[in-house]
């Protein structure tokens, strides 16, 4: 029997900006935004910046899992807070990309348990203007072929810089079977949402979670004088009390081939602060 199972993935989480309008979408506006149940969602959120714009402490950790997210995804900035290292082997539904060297802690593909269908979750790091990281080509085949022995719906949270990257590595999953691919990273929302061989669900980059008046989340200031000077200075999130939440909903088949995928943003504004 067919049944379409449906996963909401929201884009990188940036600082308390982000922790807030994330938190009041799942419980205000989820439904009126998506015209479907929570609890009838996979739902995932990519983290790497949710705790003040670098990293993921495990108290903020926490508080996504009370928030009822199936699983969290994470880039490059997740090893930012030291205290990653000493949860990070516990957190069950947290993970890191898998293209790090072979012992680092944390894992890089899962497969969860929804409502009697698995899904498998691969998080990978892009390398064209990233740092040089495994080759994504190579280990997303393992990790694709160890999950397509249990499941054939996979989901991969692609964090990478370059556009023409994402789009190959996509077509490239595409042709190994995989149901969703959503890029992450750059925190800019892209419009080329689309149904890839009728196979994969695809967008170049989901946008993020966090303030709307910033630069991709940070401070204008900051970023303003890093980038006429060059010289380095530390970044600090914005707090401008407007906030923007980016995300996409795909609906996927059983038998692992996406059916739509639609992306969603929606901004609010905390005139009495972000608490
Ligand atoms: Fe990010
Ligand atoms: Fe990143």
């Not at 006429?228 to 059983?254: H, K, M, W, Y």
Request: hydrophobic share 35%; proline share 2%.
């Amino acid at each position: 029997m067919t049944q379409n199972i449906n996963i909401v993935f929201l884009g990188d989480v940036v600082g308390k900006p982000g922790r807030k309008i994330v938190k009041d979408f799942l419980t205000d506006d989820f439904e009126k935004v998506l015209g479907l149940k929570k609890e009838d969602t996979f739902l995932i959120a990519n983290v790497e910046n949710a705790s003040h714009g670098f990293g993921l402490t495990q108290k903020n950790y926490e508080d996504f899992v009370g928030q009822g997210f199936n699983c969290l995804t994470s880039g490059n900035h997740i090893w930012d807070k030291k205290d990653i290292f000493t949860y990070i082997d516990e957190a069950d539904i947290l993970l890191r990309p898998f293209n790090y060297p072979k012992d680092t802690k944390g894992i890089g593909y899962k497969i969860f348990e929804f409502k009697e269908v698995k899904i498998g979750v691969i998080n990978m790091l892009g390398r064209v203007f990233m740092s040089p990281y495994d080759s994504p080509w190579e280990t997303v085949k393992t990790a694709i072929e160890e999950i397509k022995k249990e499941t054939s719906i996979i989901f991969v949270d692609f964090h990478a810089e370059a556009t023409a990257e994402k789009i190959c590595f996509a077509k490239y999953c595409s042709d190994l079977g995989v149901s969703v691919v959503a890029g992450t990273h750059t925190h800019v929302q892209t419009a080329d949402e689309r149904i890839i061989n009728e196979q994969t669900a695809f967008i170049t980059d989901v946008g993020f979670c966090g303030d709307y008046n910033g630069v991709i989340g940070m401070e204008y200031e900051t970023s303003l004088h890093r980038l006429t000077t060059n010289l380095p200075e530390r970044f600090d999130i914005a707090q401008t009390n407007s906030c923007v939440l980016n995300g996409v909903l795909a609906v996927v088949s059983n038998d692992g081939k996406a059916k739509t995928i639609k992306r969603f943003c929606i901004t609010k504004n905390y005139e009495e602060g972000i608490k």
